[in-house]
């Protein structure tokens, strides 16, 4: 499993529980169902954008999320048992592959988009 479904498979984890519905999520972070649901799917890649609001929501250190996720992914902070600063091994890798996802995404919508336009 690749680091972006680790994550949303924890959250969707944690989501249930906690006793939440989609719907609930979405009223919490202010976004619409439809929104959540693509990012608990994987379908899209916000959660880094809520993630502070996600880590309040369930009452979990950044540590504690991260603890199971990733292949060697590590994290050291003061609330770590490790102690010291923060930093991630081999993150910037897993994360290249999301990027691409997301242009690939991007890309196939603005291509969509435009030819709607030209059919008008």
């Given at each position: 499993?690749?680091?972006?479904?680790?994550?949303?498979?924890?959250?969707?984890?944690?989501?249930?529980?906690?006793?939440?519905?989609?719907?609930?999520?979405?009223?919490?972070?202010?976004?619409?169902?439809?929104?959540?649901?693509r990012l608990e799917t994987g379908k899209t890649f916000t959660w880094a954008k809520h993630l502070e609001e996600l880590l309040?929501?369930?009452?979990?250190?950044?540590?504690?999320?991260?603890?199971?996720?990733?292949?060697?992914?590590?994290?050291?902070?003061?609330?770590?048992?490790?102690?010291?600063?923060?930093?991630?091994?081999?993150?910037?890798?897993?994360?290249?592959?999301?990027?691409?996802?997301?242009?690939?995404?991007?890309?196939?919508?603005?291509?969509?988009?435009?030819?709607?336009?030209?059919?008008?």
């Amino acid at each position: 499993m690749d680091f972006e479904s680790q994550i949303v498979s924890k959250i969707k984890r944690l989501r249930r529980e906690k006793g939440f519905s989609q719907s609930k999520m979405a009223e919490l972070l202010n976004m619409e169902k439809s929104v959540y649901a693509r990012l608990e799917t994987g379908k899209t890649f916000t959660w880094a954008k809520h993630l502070e609001e996600l880590l309040t929501i369930f009452e979990i250190t950044p540590c504690k999320f991260f603890e199971d996720i990733g292949n060697n992914v590590v994290i050291h902070n003061n609330n770590c048992p490790y102690g010291g600063n923060a930093y991630i091994e081999n993150l910037y890798a897993e994360n290249i592959k999301s990027y691409e996802k997301i242009i690939k995404a991007k890309d196939e919508q603005i291509a969509l988009l435009t030819k709607m336009l030209k059919i008008k």
